[in-house]
């Protein structure tokens, strides 16, 4: 035991178990309450614990006391103070019987009662004898729901002889589908042929192949003709991730005005490929906390139509040009991903953040259903593709000339869709979620009773359904040292005075002024005390009669003056 041990005197202590650690007049709330005035007093008392709250926070270190009833409850929450709440009042003579008149408190926001310190660490929560139900979260929300959210800093928190139980978690927001690609442009018609000669003939500059559309990928440039006895050119190639189309062969010379025909050796470009589809986004994996699925891949982009071939030239008459070829159509620009689906919300008995010195006792911590996973966006679909430039004529006029039309430019290809979001996970389902980094204290007769864990979206991770999920939990186990299967009054009459804990080992662990068993003997062990001795804990019947009375305070006194090994 270390040196922050203090020896505490009998009317010290007496004035702190005389009642709360809040010694000041309590706050009394009835469900009947009809006023005049509702001024918190036994004969007037408030009617509602919002009310009870509101009226805490001007009138500091008073305890609640709250007769049993059903309250129906807006937003109830607590901020910067300590507070202490007991409930199972008689309304009516003000005696504590929970079994009776038990306290039903349901609320109407997910979180049943929010509960912050607001950093400060000098104060203290107790909440006894209360049923609170918080309600559902909105379906599609990602909310979580939870009777209890203690945070930020307190002290010392004790949960004793409670039902708590969290409504159902929001299902995940569903992602929104990905957008669709644009199309791809139509090529360009190649320039018309041309006489290009001396004499009565007419000149001209070389006509050039159409222009390829633009897009995902551009389509590939017509080839330019060829003059008198030369071949037109071959068209360029389109480009593009997804395979460009190749540039179509350029036509050999003096065929006539041929467009597209086998036998003319030319080639109209080859059409585009399609682009692939995008990959889906990455899912969420964290059932715990509120998380979004990553967005599909963008789809790929169409490839380019090639460009179709020049015509060949002409030499009846006049030497002339053949026709440019058509311009490839552009690909289609792919499609946007979807964005990913949200997470499911969970359903949680108590959830801790930043407190210390927990002690959860005789209570119940029950769980509805987590939210299930939110689906991921649509991909959206590909842009449609461009098509090719038409084939162009022979432009001479007056005359039967012998060059050639250029050829059709391909099409592009059509554009990849866009990947579908990533799915959401499913809520969890937790008695108890201990986000802070201290151990918590719970004792054997707090049980669970769980709901299950929601479904996860395609490619999300499932929910999980546990009692306890976080930093590492301690225990106050009140041992059955007389064998009898039933851990009561008794089994402090049977324990040794050296092994008060029946392991058979004698050790630090088995001083029974150590309430919070941390193998040290200080103030906290008071806070300890009194915390169960008002719970009305079997844990502190220190004379072993089975009757909580101001014998067991000396009794306390007694081993905590004595110190420990």
């Given at each position: ?216 990928n551009n389509g590939g440039q017509g080839g330019r003709p060829g003059k008198g006895t ?50 889906p986004g990455i899912a969420s994996t964290n059932p715990y906390a509120l998380s979004t ?273």
């Open positions: 035991m270390n040196s922050r041990h203090r020896i505490i005197t009998g009317a010290a202590l007496l004035a702190l178990v005389s009642g709360s650690v809040l010694a000041n007049e309590p706050i009394y709330v009835s469900a009947t309450a009809s006023g005049p005035s509702f001024a918190g007093t036994q004969e007037d008392p408030l009617s509602s614990l919002v009310a009870a709250l509101a009226f805490a926070s001007s009138n500091p270190d008073r305890p609640i006391y709250i007769a049993g009833g059903v309250y129906n409850e807006g937003f109830l929450s607590i901020n910067g103070s300590s507070m202490e709440i007991y409930g199972g009042f008689d309304p009516v003579t003000w005696d504590r019987t929970p079994d009776l008149t038990p306290t039903e408190v349901n609320a109407s926001w997910p979180n049943g009662i929010e509960v912050s310190a607001n950093g400060d660490s000098s104060l203290h929560f107790l909440i006894d004898g209360m049923n609170i139900t918080a309600a559902d979260a909105a379906p599609g929300s990602s909310e979580s729901s939870a009777a209890l959210v203690i945070a930020n800093g307190y002290s010392s928190v004790v949960i004793s002889n409670c039902t708590l139980v969290g409504g159902n978690g929001g299902s995940g927001a569903v992602g929104i589908n990905g957008t669709a690609g644009a199309r791809g442009n139509n090529g360009g018609s190649g320039g018309r042929g041309c006489e290009d000669s001396t004499g009565l003939c007419s000149t001209c500059a070389r006509p050039n192949g159409g222009l390829g559309g633009s897009g995902g030369a071949h037109g050119n071959t068209g360029a190639a389109g480009g593009g991730g997804a395979l460009g189309g190749s540039g179509g062969i350029g036509t050999p010379d003096q065929l006539g005005n041929v467009c597209g025909l086998g036998s003319s050796f030319g080639r109209d470009g080859f059409d585009g490929a399609t682009g692939a589809m995008g990959s699925a990553g967005t599909g891949v963008r789809g790929q982009h169409g490839g380019g139509g090639g460009g179709g071939g020049g015509g060949g030239g002409g030499v009846t008459g006049c030497d002339s040009y053949g026709g440019g070829g058509g311009g490839g159509g552009g690909g289609g620009w792919g499609g946007f991903g979807g964005s990913g689906g949200k997470s499911g919300g969970g359903s949680y008995g108590v959830i801790l953040f930043s407190v210390s010195d927990v002690q959860i006792l005789n209570s119940t911590l029950v769980t509805s259903s987590g939210g299930n996973g939110g689906a991921g966006g649509i991909g959206g679909a590909g842009g449609i593709r461009g098509a090719g430039g038409s084939c162009s004529s022979y432009g001479g006029s007056g005359e039967q000339d012998d060059a050639t039309n250029g050829q059709r430019g391909g099409y592009g290809g059509r554009g990849g869709q866009g990947g579908q979001g990533g799915g959401g996970a499913g809520g969890a389902s937790v008695g108890i979620y201990n986000g802070t980094q201290n151990p918590i204290m719970i004792d054997e007769a707090t049980t669970f009773q769980l709901g299950p864990a929601g479904a996860p979206a395609t490619n999300g991770q499932a929910g999980l359904s546990v009692e306890i999920e976080g930093a590492s939990i301690g225990a106050i186990v009140q041992p059955d040292c007389n064998g009898n299967g039933i851990i009561d009054s008794v089994d402090i009459a049977n324990a040794t005075a050296e092994d008060i804990n029946c392991n058979g080992i004698p050790d630090s662990c088995d001083c029974m002024a150590d309430i919070n068993m941390d193998g040290e003997l200080d103030v906290f062990d008071v806070f300890a005390f009194l915390d169960l001795y008002n719970a009305q804990s079997p844990t502190v019947d220190f004379t072993g009669d089975g009757v909580f009375d101001i014998f067991d305070v000396f009794a306390y006194l007694d081993f905590y003056n004595a110190g420990c090994p």
